[in-house]
Structure formats: structure tokens, C-alpha cells
């Protein structure tokens, strides 16, 4: 079973690490603003296009996914139209583009289990300052798992109360999710209490 | 996570990252007169601080956000992963366990006489000043754009968030009241 935005395939990127992607997008990321020429930039933007096709995700999933950020750029560029010059929107807007295809290509090609691994492996120097990876680890877990079942219990109760006539409020659904919510977070910390579990 | 965070706060932080998920469900509704559609997204940063405090609440709400960043479109609209972080709105995201940090330590210093009034008011100030003076700096700063610029295009949610904040009060309100747990818990 797969979750989340992850989509499997046999690309180079799919088969690169996790820590290498995410260093590699860091590295570029940093370079983007740090570098003064134009060129560079707006010959980027193709560049990261490629990248972003080579995952080899179907292309109307890839384009379905575009579409959010595209509008917030189409936004920013008319605000440079309007108080600012063409050709800083121009740039703002490459960078974004740029930055926005390689991020979303490593989310496409890396699983949530590889990087919650990495998360862990990243908090590791943390220890002495009293983070302590088992336990992030644990509720990232946790959290993952319950997700499905909250919203599960949301729709159960928007069922229930459509059935008794009422239209969807976001009021009468969120009071009784939050109890049922706590409820269930005091039950699974006795039960997890009650075997032991320290780390 | 900190040396004094015991198992029972590590279940709770992680239930209300999933709660926030679940919220997120909800669908945008459009009010009448307001251009743009308000989401649920806040709700859940405004009422992590406000229903388990403010370490708690932070981190149940840092969790959330690093869920989105490892590639689970948890966001309203099914958005999410890495490209969240490099969009020009980051900044609205990272603010968000600031602000339930801060709506949470309000709340905890309080919460002997808290009502939904001062639930309103905590939830404002974390939940939209705090979000929008880290959000409208770093927007300025990698848009390129000026900070009036930056804060003149994210006025017009302002008036969602008071809403957002409202109900936040009214639900808070409700569970304080009808859930005694919660004294105990904190």
C-alpha cells in the first residue's frame, strides 16, 4: 500500500536516496538565490521541468498537481506588474517555478516510510539536547496511522447527523470529533502505558 | 522531543496532528461578502493551542507540518510535500507551531477564568498575529515583494480568520466545558 503523494516507478530519481534528494534540492535551492545571473535562473526553470517529467508520473496527475501553485505565481507576478517591474516578476517567479517542480519531483519519487527514516537519521546529533528520534519516530507512526481513522469517525458523524435532518456545520461536526479525539488519545496512552512501553 | 515529554503527551501530540488533518475535510466555505474561499486550516492550529496547551499544542501542530513535508497531502485542496516549503507561502505554514505555541501559554497562564471570549482573543493573536508577522515578512523576502505589498495581498483572509478564530472560541468553549479531562490532563 502506498500513501500520500508518492508514486512508484523506476526512475533515476526513484532510485537515488531519500538523503541525497532532499540535500541535493537544499544545495540547489540555497544556489538559486544566492546566484546573480539572470540566465541561469530562467534556464532553470526548463531544466527542472525535465527533471520533474523524468519521474515518469502520468502527465495529467503531474499537471492536476501544478495548478495550486500556478495560480499563487500568476498572483505574485501581477503584484510586480502593478508596483513592481516585468522583469523582477519574471525572475521572482522563475525561482518559484524552479524550486517548486524539483520539490515536488522528490516528494513523487520518495516513499513516507524513507523519509521518516531520514527525519530520524536527521534528529540523531539532536540526542544530547534531549530530542530523542524513537519517540519522534513513534509519532510519526502514530499520527499516520490515526489520520484514516479520524476522518473515518468525521464522516461517521456527518452521516449521523444528515440522517437526522441536519445540513453540514462545521461547529456541530468539530465539538464532538475534538471528545471523541481526546477520548481516544486518553484510552491508547492507558493502553500503551499498561504494556510497559518506555523508551 | 524534549526529555519531559512522556508517552501519554506523545500519544495526545500525535492524535491532534491527526485531528488537524482531519479538519483540514472540512471543505472550504465561501461567505457572501469575502472574495476569498476560508479554509479550516487555522481552526486546527487555533485549537491545538487552545485545547492541550502550549508545548503540546506546538508540537502536535510542528508534527503535522513535518507529516505535510515528508509527502502526505494533508493540506486543505490535497496539497502537501516538499514543494509546500519552497512556495512563496511557507511562511504561513512554519508560523503555524509559533502560533499554537502562543495561543496555548496564553490560554495556560489563564485558564482559570478562561471564557470564549478570551478563547476569541488567544486564538487571534496566535492564530492570526503570529501567523501573519512571520508570514508577510518571509512572503516579502523570497517574492521580492515590498511588506506593504505582501501584507496588502494576505489582508483580504484576515476577515476568514476572525471567523476562523470565532468558531475556534465557540468550540474550545464547548469542550472545556463538557469535557473535564482536560483540567486534569493539563
Redesign the interface.
Known amino acids: 500500500m502506498t500513501?500520500?503523494?508518492?508514486h512508484p516507478g523506476r526512475s533515476p530519481l526513484h532510485r537515488a536516496s531519500a538523503g541525497a534528494k532532499?540535500a541535493g534540492?537544499l544545495v540547489l535551492?540555497l544556489a538559486l538565490f544566492l546566484v546573480p545571473s539572470e540566465i541561469v535562473v530562467f534556464a532553470s526553470v526548463p531544466l527542472a521541468f525535465a527533471v520533474y517529467l523524468s519521474t515518469g508520473v502520468p502527465f495529467r496527475s503531474l499537471l492536476a498537481q501544478l495548478r495550486?501553485?500556478a495560480i499563487?505565481?500568476g498572483?505574485?507576478f501581477a503584484?510586480?506588474l502593478v508596483?513592481?517591474t516585468v522583469a523582477?516578476g519574471l525572475?521572482?517567479v522563475a525561482r518559484?517555478a524552479t524550486?517548486?517542480?524539483?520539490?515536488?519531483a522528490?516528494?513523487?519519487t520518495?516513499?513516507?516510510s524513507a523519509?521518516?527514516e531520514l527525519?530520524e537519521w536527521g534528529l540523531g546529533p539532536l540526542r544530547p539536547?534531549?530530542?530523542?528520534p524513537a519517540?519522534?519516530g513513534?509519532?510519526?507512526a502514530?499520527?499516520?496511522r490515526?489520520?484514516p481513522?479520524?476522518?473515518e469517525?468525521?464522516r461517521l458523524i456527518r452521516e449521523a447527523q444528515a440522517a437526522r435532518g441536519l445540513a453540514?456545520n462545521?461547529?456541530a461536526?468539530?465539538?464532538p470529533?475534538?471528545?471523541r479525539?481526546?477520548k481516544?488519545?486518553?484510552e491508547?496512552?492507558d493502553a500503551?502505558?499498561a504494556r510497559g512501553?518506555?523508551? | 522531543m524534549s526529555r519531559d515529554v512522556s508517552t501519554r503527551d506523545i500519544v495526545y501530540i500525535a492524535l491532534f496532528a491527526a485531528l488537524m488533518a482531519a479538519i483540514n475535510l472540512v471543505p472550504a466555505f465561501q461567505v457572501g461578502f469575502l472574495p476569498v474561499p476560508i479554509t479550516a486550516q487555522t481552526l486546527g492550529v487555533m485549537l491545538a493551542g487552545a485545547l492541550i496547551g502550549a508545548k503540546r499544542g506546538a508540537l502536535a501542530i510542528l508534527l503535522f507540518v513535518l507529516l505535510v513535508a515528508l509527502g502526505l497531502p494533508l493540506l486543505s485542496g490535497g496539497h502537501g510535500g516538499l514543494s509546500v516549503f519552497f512556495g512563496p507561502t511557507a511562511g504561513f505554514i512554519i508560523a503555524w507551531p509559533f502560533a499554537a505555541f502562543v495561543t496555548g501559554w496564553l490560554t495556560e497562564i489563564n485558564w482559570r477564568r478562561m471564557n470564549a471570549v478570551l478563547f476569541f482573543v488567544f486564538s487571534a493573536i496566535g492564530g492570526i498575529g503570529v501567523v501573519y508577522l512571520i508570514g508577510i515578512p518571509w512572503l516579502a523576502m523570497v517574492a521580492k515583494l515590498s511588506l506593504w505589498d505582501a501584507a496588502m495581498g494576505s489582508l483580504i483572509f484576515v476577515p476568514g480568520d476572525l471567523i476562523k478564530a470565532a468558531v475556534a472560541a465557540v468550540i474550545a468553549e464547548t469542550v472545556r466545558r463538557s469535557y473535564p479531562l482536560m483540567q486534569a490532563a493539563r
Request: proline share 4%; aromatic share 10%; hydrophobic share 65%.
Open positions: 500513501i500520500g503523494l508518492y532532499v534540492l535551492s495550486g501553485p499563487l505565481l498572483i505574485i503584484f510586480h508596483f513592481g523582477e525572475l521572482a518559484f524550486l517548486i517542480l524539483l520539490a515536488s522528490v516528494t513523487l520518495t516513499p513516507v523519509m521518516a527525519v539536547l534531549g530530542v530523542n519517540k519522534v513513534l509519532a510519526i502514530l499520527s499516520i490515526f489520520v481513522l479520524i476522518a469517525e468525521f453540514a462545521p461547529l461536526l468539530i465539538v470529533l475534538v471528545i479525539t481526546l481516544s488519545a486518553d491508547l496512552a500503551i502505558e512501553y518506555e523508551s
